[in-house]
């Protein structure tokens, strides 16, 4: 298999998060796509195999396992498809369910892709999960922003979302990878979206993603997208809006990820970004 590989959310490649992609899997089994994965060693790789229907199914590995929906190695792959194909709309039959992608060039000549999500949710989360939560990541409940409570949220993949009442605590990740993975593990948690509100529509995230074998996610638009969903279900925006997410930036591989969350309480959630070939 021809693996590519791209950089999203980001138009640099010392930016972003990088991601595997393979435009033609057809015949691969799990084994195969799962070595694939981790000998390339990013986060996520998708495999990507076209329907007679004109749309393509894609499944999403990481080194350690297949995660049903993944945010960064869509953009990428629809850049990269784009790229070799021409830019307009993408149909991806994943694991999660049907995600429509459009890519298009933009103003400055480069290609972006635009995502929207399965139909988001969100679902509370037990106080003894919770308190298993912070203990993993060091955190006290003094550390969190009131205002944004602490839910699981849904797009594609479930992610808790955290809201550190601070910037400084955001920047203070030193979590047991251990324990959070297999808490995560047992509660089919794919990153955990950790957040800081910076405004009304600007917001800083980390997420941890040791079930990918992965200390930290440099920009995760399947949590991005859950995110959106779960600021519109409990009225924490006020819909249509367009949000930005920083992600990586303490990473040093910073990426902007644009969040639009519409008013229908059944529609999906728009992730855009853009992608760039890595060199070698």
Same mark, same amino acid.
Not at 61 to 75: K, Q, W
Not at 186 to 203: G, I, M, P, Y
């Given at each position: 298999?021809?693996?590519?590989r791209?950089? +999203?959310?980001?138009?640099?490649?010392? #930016?972003?998060? =990088?991601?595997?992609?393979?435009?033609?899997?057809?015949?691969?089994?799990?084994?195969?796509?799962?070595?694939? +994965?981790?000998?390339?060693?990013?986060?996520?790789?998708?495999?990507?195999?076209?329907?007679?229907?004109?749309?393509?199914?894609?499944?999403?590995?990481s080194?350690?396992?297949?995660? $049903?929906f993944? %945010?960064?190695?869509?953009?990428?792959?629809?850049?990269?498809?784009?790229?070799?194909?021409?830019?307009?709309?993408?149909?991806?039959?994943?694991r999660?369910?049907?995600?429509?992608? %459009?890519?298009?060039?933009?103003?400055?000549?480069?290609?972006?892709?635009?995502?929207?999500?399965?139909?988001?949710?969100?679902?509370?989360?037990?106080?003894?999960?919770?308190?298993?939560?912070?203990?993993?990541?060091?955190?006290?409940?003094?550390?969190?922003? =009131?205002?944004? $409570?602490?839910?699981?949220?849904?797009? %594609?993949?479930?992610?808790?979302?955290i809201?550190?009442?601070?910037?400084?605590?955001l920047?203070?990740?030193?979590?047991?990878?251990d324990?959070? %993975?297999? @808490?995560?593990?047992?509660?089919?948690w794919?990153?955990?979206?950790?957040?800081?509100?910076?405004?009304?529509?600007?917001?800083?995230?980390?997420? $941890?993603?040791? =079930? #990918?074998?992965?200390?930290?996610?440099?920009?995760?638009?399947?949590?991005?997208?859950?995110?959106? #969903?779960?600021?519109?279900? @409990?009225?924490?925006?006020? $819909?249509?809006?367009?949000?930005?997410?920083h992600?990586?930036?303490?990473?040093?591989?910073?990426?902007v990820?644009?969040?639009?969350?519409?008013?229908?309480p059944?529609?999906?959630?728009?992730?855009? #970004?853009?992608?760039?070939?890595?060199?070698?």
């Amino acid at each position: 298999m021809d693996v590519l590989r791209y950089v +999203a959310f980001s138009a640099d490649p010392a #930016g972003g998060n =990088p991601a595997g992609v393979v435009l033609d899997a057809a015949g691969a089994d799990e084994p195969a796509m799962l070595a694939v +994965a981790a000998e390339a060693g990013y986060s996520e790789t998708a495999f990507v195999v076209p329907r007679t229907d004109g749309g393509l199914d894609v499944r999403y590995f990481s080194p350690l396992a297949e995660v $049903p929906f993944c %945010g960064h190695a869509t953009i990428a792959t629809a850049v990269a498809y784009a790229e070799r194909f021409g830019p307009g709309e993408l149909a991806f039959h994943t694991r999660a369910g049907l995600v429509r992608v %459009g890519t298009s060039v933009g103003p400055d000549g480069r290609l972006a892709a635009e995502l929207v999500s399965v139909p988001p949710k969100s679902a509370p989360i037990g106080a003894a999960e919770l308190a298993e939560l912070l203990g993993a990541l060091r955190w006290s409940a003094a550390d969190l922003d =009131p205002a944004l $409570p602490p839910r699981a949220a849904y797009a %594609g993949a479930w992610h808790p979302v955290i809201a550190a009442g601070s910037r400084d605590r955001l920047a203070r990740l030193d979590y047991d990878m251990d324990v959070l %993975g297999a @808490l995560m593990a047992r509660l089919d948690w794919t990153t955990v979206d950790l957040v800081w509100r910076e405004s009304a529509t600007v917001f800083h995230a980390r997420n $941890p993603f040791p =079930p #990918g074998g992965v200390v930290e996610d440099p920009a995760t638009g399947a949590a991005a997208a859950a995110f959106g #969903g779960y600021l519109r279900e @409990l009225g924490l925006v006020v $819909p249509p809006v367009t949000l930005t997410v920083h992600q990586g930036d303490d990473l040093g591989r910073p990426s902007v990820i644009t969040v639009t969350v519409p008013p229908y309480p059944d529609s999906g959630i728009a992730v855009l #970004g853009t992608a760039v070939a890595l060199g070698g």
